[in-house]
């Protein structure tokens, strides 16, 4: 509202504040502390703890900083008489019902009850009576309950409201009586339900996983990026003797602000699974065996040389988007001085004709997401594939953004918004017509008629003040991903909206800024026309490309396949002759770039398990074996340092050069599967973070129908279903799903059974089996 | 000149019945408005002239709080009447609702037609089952006669009303708390600012009143401010509906002028049952401080008369106890109450309500320790006036009104570990 300032007073201090601020905010800001419990930054005030009276002259009670809008002149005491004794009275009675056994508390060190009782709690306690106890209930493997140590701030209940835009906490029952709880038994399922655990300022709702396992002060402190999605959420760290125990939001107000996704915050627990690789190994006569670091330097030297046979265009390198900067920079530069341009990060996308975005990106920042007024999704699920741009993206919906999805599959949503499910092919459809609705006539808009919707979705990015049309995941992994492109760009441009991508992975942006797609190699190319080398970095075969039947075959013509990696497992132990032991998320230092193209460089922080070491140190002893020049840099600023320097201030950005009027690959007839990647099993890491996968987000491989279409089939729920794609076949159980339209099948990727199956969007067959 | 304003057809045959009530002269004033479109601000000032201070229990004056809403701003604004009478004691509303609901229709029309509502609730104690099936029958009554809904008789004018029954908390009985019921949601006081004349029902500008407020607004218009005013004393306009309970021969509901010697209301209500002495009178609902009943027999029922003896006039529950009761017990059952219908938001109230009856239950049952008293001392001033609502003050007031007047008694108690009655 009114941007006027105003001169207040607050103990004796004249300090300049927004008139209508709250008085907690300016005195925060002016670095005066008022203690607090329900008060939350981002959450709405309710008042509700009055740890935070205060004294206001000329009211004769005090008032809570927390909802006491300042006026000018107003002058403010948080150390009188009056308000010390308000905030020692609330501070008695929060105890009174507290367990006070610190000691045996898992917030115990960590807890703001703790903190501010030492400043306002008496050490004689005047209440003789027992205490309230409440039953903890189960909400789910990610956060315990302690419910006994509840002080009613409702900092849990707001943020399932406010935040994670889903009412799952909730207050029951009366005065003494009142709890926090679901209800009903549930657990708590929201994608960001791990913040409960930092809003809570007690021991009342804690990690589960983390529980019990350490006290705050044995734990040291280190800052990281998160390693999944393309929003580079920061983090903390916090490791003991080497090992990490948690991880918890660092505070980023352009990035995650204070908030971390599930899958950002529990994913460490993948670091120490079972099948984690901690030695180098090398297959001889079929049988994997533990060698030491020089052996296999040396046999994955050789293998690939030989490989090469003096071709470099007989080798290739397939890298992960979630490897870092310098890891993709270093496996480049050693391709290249083997004479070979074939790198590429797009594992899971299967078109690659031209005139795609060479480096894409957000388009924007990303708190801008937040600003915008009209927005176009295409072929992207937010929540489950960046869970916090999802989270900007409901901001902007709170505040009147008309947001439109175009997607195979009706998504659960929470917030207002217009979905158009289509089939895969219909969605070219539905964005061709959007493009007629703002008159154009190119390719194949010409051939499409522009409904009211979609007239009134091209008036609404075009009159919008900040309009966005931005493609996700599944609009990258389509068949037809380059018209998809060309048909976003053209609505964008004619409409004025910024065009932006939401990448999947956490250096999508950065991969594609070091492998310069268009000049490089193309996943698919490199695999249809089978090299005799590959190097592999930080992938699985079959859960981690678009065409997991295509990649094995490659693989198994291969001469030589060369896997650095964090992890073993059933693919990599068929493709691969040497397995180098990757250290992953926590254990390297590297470098990052987010979906805004954010440059985001961490320290290796956590020992790296077994004899597992740093990618870009793997890389550059690799390229020493093999006598390439430019591989002795000492440490990774320095490679950080080079990549710099090549990219010369090059930016990423979203130029397409599209035809829109090329061949569809999709074919507009017949059955289409979609095959997303389901939260929890987008990468190597996350597939073995024990707790997630207990969520009610793990999901099985299965073929998801809708009803009419089972009934076509004669297929139905818990029969199975013989899933063929090529010669790539599959049985698995049929699920019948009213978010999948009709004549299309959800048979997700990155799931155990899904290997043999070829793209992951693509004309599919299914019969009952 | 006794039930002149709300319970004026009492007596009469069936006056819930608008056939009825409207051969009594109801909904004449409603028609006069409406055909001469009597401008707002006018109705306002006569209910200022009126001196009508809102029943429910706080006192604010109705005219003034009307004011607060601008009629003609756009969006929607909406009328809330508080029937939830949750007080103890208090029983007022009730009979308004069984025996002349339709004078509380026609004050909530008015009301509406003042502040530009279109839109109305009567939010009905839980309870109050017979009460709520007798005021929707006249909310249907009137909407058959056009009185209620579009184009009310022709004016133009749209109003419909609907009927909110509770669901037994007394915090609902709480403005805010009551709109966020209305709106479905757990009954929890709301913080204020913003009032609910800014931010209401659904976040739009809501005046919310009393049931025995808005059924005087029809005799007031009628009759005048200045007759209304004139019926009470200076600051304490018109009459009062008292809900008199306790050790009496007659309990009952009387409407009687304010000012009103508190001798001749106990005499209209029979006098002390037994013919035992008055030991002490609680003058408005649970809420308020109690006066020992030596005092109480010179007051007189108005605001200001009991405030200036330490308690409040409150919803005009009058609670009389002869010397037969235990004072201790008595606390104690009031403070239970309170206990029990804290809605628990905010930590002096959730907290310092069970400790307060935890100690005066320990008193009562023979375990209290002298230091118990100044216990209660310390602690019910850190629950009053350190809420997000009234509650706090409602359950601190008791406490300290009986450790004023009574603490004696208290200490008997803790040392012989039984009554002193
Ligand atoms: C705990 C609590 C309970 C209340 N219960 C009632 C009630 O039952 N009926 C009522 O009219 N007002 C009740 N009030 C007062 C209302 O908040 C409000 O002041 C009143 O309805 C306004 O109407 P009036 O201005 O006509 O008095 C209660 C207040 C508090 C704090
Ligand atoms: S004072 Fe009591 S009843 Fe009122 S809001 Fe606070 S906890 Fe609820
Ligand atoms: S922080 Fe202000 S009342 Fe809780």
Not at chain 2, 224 to 253: A, D, Y
């Amino acid at each position: 509202m009114s941007e006027q300032l105003v001169t207040i007073e607050i103990d004796g201090r004249e300090v300049k504040a927004k008139a209508g601020a709250m008085l907690i905010d300016v005195a925060d800001e002016a670095g005066i502390h008022i203690p607090r419990f329900c008060y939350h930054k981002k959450l709405s005030v309710s008042a509700n703890c009055r740890m935070c009276l205060v004294e206001v002259e000329k009211v004769p009670r005090p008032l809570p900083a927390c909802a006491t809008p300042v006026n000018d002149g107003m002058k403010v005491k948080t150390q009188s008489p009056l308000a010390v004794t308000a905030q020692q009275g609330t501070m008695e009675f929060l105890l009174i019902n507290h367990p006070l056994d610190c000691p045996i508390c898992d917030q115990g060190g960590e807890c703001e009850l703790q903190d501010v009782a030492v400043g306002y709690g008496s050490d004689v306690c005047r209440y003789v009576e027992g205490k309230r106890v409440v039953a903890d209930k189960n909400i789910g493997p990610l956060v315990a309950t302690d419910l006994t140590r509840c002080i009613q701030c409702t900092r849990c209940v707001r943020f399932g409201a406010e935040i994670a835009g889903v009412r799952e906490l909730g207050a029951t029952g009366r005065g003494e009586h009142m709890q926090i709880g679901t209800y009903i038994e549930k657990s708590v399922d929201s994608e960001l339900s791990g913040n409960i655990i930092d809003v809570c300022p007690v021991g009342s709702l804690t990690s589960k996983p983390f529980r019990f396992r350490a006290r705050a002060w044995e734990l040291v402190q280190r800052d990281a990026v998160a390693p999944h999605d393309s929003m580079g959420s920061n983090v903390h760290l916090h490791l003991r003797n080497g090992e990490i125990m948690r991880v918890v939001p660092k505070e980023n107000e352009a990035v995650n602000e204070c908030w971390l996704s599930d899958r950002d915050r529990y994913s460490y627990q993948g670091i120490y699974s079972e099948d984690r690789l901690t030695k180098p190994l090398v297959k001889k006569d079929g049988e994997w065996q533990e060698v030491d670091w020089k052996e296999a330097l040396e046999a994955a030297a050789n293998g690939l040389k030989a490989a090469a046979g003096g071709d470099g265009d007989q080798l290739a390198a397939l890298v992960s988007p979630n490897s870092t900067q310098e890891e993709i920079w270093l496996a480049k530069k050693l391709l290249q001085g083997m004479g070979s341009d074939n790198i590429d990060y797009r594992l899971r996308q299967g078109d690659f004709r031209p005139g795609q975005p060479d480096r894409p990106w957000l388009g924007m920042a990303i708190a801008e997401l937040e600003e915008l007024d009209a927005v176009l999704i295409i072929g992207a699920n937010p929540r489950q594939d960046q869970p916090l741009l999802g989270h900007r993206l409901r901001k902007a919906a709170m505040k009147g953004a008309t947001i439109t999805y175009i997607n195979p599959l009706q998504l659960v949503l929470n917030y207002r918004s217009s979905q158009w499910v289509t089939t895969p092919a219909g969605m070219l459809e539905e964005l061709a017509a959007v493009g007629k609705g703002l008159n154009l006539r190119r390719g194949i808009i010409a051939q499409t008629k522009a409904e009211d919707r979609h007239k009134a979705l091209a008036a609404s990015l075009k009159e919008a003040g900040k309009a966005a049309v931005l493609l996700g995941p599944m609009a990258l992994a389509h068949p037809d991903a380059s018209m998809i492109w060309g048909l976003a760009d053209a609505v964008a441009e004619s409409s004025g909206a910024t065009l932006g991508l939401l990448p999947e992975a956490a250096n999508s942006t950065g991969a594609g800024m070091i492998c310069e797609a268009e000049n490089n190699g193309k996943v698919r190319e490199l695999l249809e026309n089978p090299r005799k080398g590959y190097l592999l970095c930080n992938l699985e075969p079959s859960l981690d490309l678009h065409d997991p039947a295509l990649a094995g075959k490659a693989f198994d013509k291969a001469e030589f396949v060369v896997a650095l990696s964090a992890f073993r497992g059933d693919s990599l132990d068929a493709a691969a002759d040497v397995q180098l032991p990757l250290a992953t998320f926590g254990e390297t230092s590297g470098t990052f770039v987010n979906a805004a193209g954010d440059w985001q460089s961490f320290a290796g922080a956590a020992k790296p398990l077994g004899e597992a070491r740093p990618g870009w140190k793997i890389l550059r002893v690799l390229g020493n074996v093999l006598e390439i020049s430019g591989f002795d840099q000492d440490d990774c600023g320095q490679v950080l340092a080079e990549i710099e320097e090549s990219l010369a201030g090059r930016k990423p950005e979203n130029k397409v050069k599209v035809d829109v009027n090329e061949e569809r690959w999709m074919p507009a007839e017949g059955m289409a599967r979609i095959g997303d990647v389901p939260i929890y099993a987008a990468d190597p890491l996350v597939r073995r973070a024990s707790a997630l996968q207990e969520t009610v987000h793990h999901v099985e491989a299965a073929v998801r129908i809708n009803a009419e279409t089972a009934k076509g089939l004669g297929l139905e729920e818990g029969g199975q279903a013989l899933v063929s794609q090529g010669d790539g076949q599959a049985t698995l159980p049929v699920v019948i799903d009213e978010t999948v339209p009709a004549n299309c099948a959800r048979v997700q990727s990155a799931l155990a059974g899904t290997e043999k199956l070829g793209a992951a969007f693509g004309a599919v067959t299914l019969t009952k089996a | 000149m006794a039930n002149e304003v709300c319970l004026r057809f009492l007596g009469k045959e069936t006056p819930w019945k608008l056939k009825n009530y409207q051969s009594y002269g109801g909904y004449e004033v409603l028609k006069k408005i409406l055909s001469e479109k009597t401008p707002p601000a006018q109705i306002i000032e006569e209910m200022k002239t009126s001196n009508l201070r809102g029943r429910g229990g706080a006192g604010f004056p109705t005219g003034v709080k009307w004011g607060f809403i601008n009629r003609d701003a756009p969006g929607k604004k909406y009328l809330v009447c508080n029937s939830d009478e949750g007080e103890p004691g208090t029983f007022k509303d009730r009979d308004i609702l069984r025996y002349n609901p339709h004078q509380l229709v026609e004050g909530m029309i008015i009301a509406a037609y003042v502040i530009g509502a279109n839109l109305g609730y009567n939010y009905i104690r839980g309870e109050f089952w017979n009460e709520y099936r007798r005021f929707q029958d006249a909310i249907d009554e009137a909407r058959e006669a056009g009185l209620l809904g579009e184009n009310i008789l022709g004016s133009g004018f749209d109003f419909e009303l609907h009927c909110h029954l509770g669901a037994g908390a007394y915090v609902c009985g709480e403005e805010t708390a009551l709109l966020e019921s209305i709106e479905g949601k757990k009954g929890q006081p709301r913080f204020k600012p913003p009032f609910p004349a800014m931010v209401g029902l659904y976040g739009e500008p809501t005046i919310i009143n009393n049931t025995e407020s808005l059924a005087s607004v029809p005799v007031i218009l009628e009759k005048g401010g200045e007759w209304f005013k004139n019926l009470g004393v200076e600051n304490s306009g018109g009459t009062k509906l008292f809900s008199i309970s306790g050790n009496i021969n007659n309990p009952g509901v009387f409407e009687v002028p304010m000012g009103i010697k508190f001798s001749e209301l106990l005499e209209m209500a029979g006098g002390m049952k037994d013919g035992r002495p008055c030991k002490a009178v609680i003058p408005g609902g649970s809420s308020a401080p109690v006066i020992p009943g030596a005092r109480m027999l010179d007051l007189t029922m108005d605001y200001d008369c009991i405030q200036k003896a330490g308690s409040m006039l409150g919803s005009g529950a009058v609670i009389v106890m002869d010397d037969r009761q235990c004072m201790v017990k008595v606390l104690e059952r009031m403070s239970y109450f309170y206990y029990e219908e804290s809605c628990g938001q905010c930590t002096p109230c959730r907290e310092g309500t069970g400790w307060l009856y935890r100690v005066v239950s320990r008193i009562e049952n023979g375990e209290g320790r002298m230091e118990d008293l100044d216990l209660l001392d310390d602690i019910t001033p850190k629950i009053s006036g350190r809420t997000i609502c009234a509650l706090g003050d409602a359950a601190a007031g008791p406490v300290q009104g009986m450790l004023r007047h009574f603490r004696d008694e208290f200490e008997y108690h803790i040392t012989h570990k039984k009554c002193m009655v």
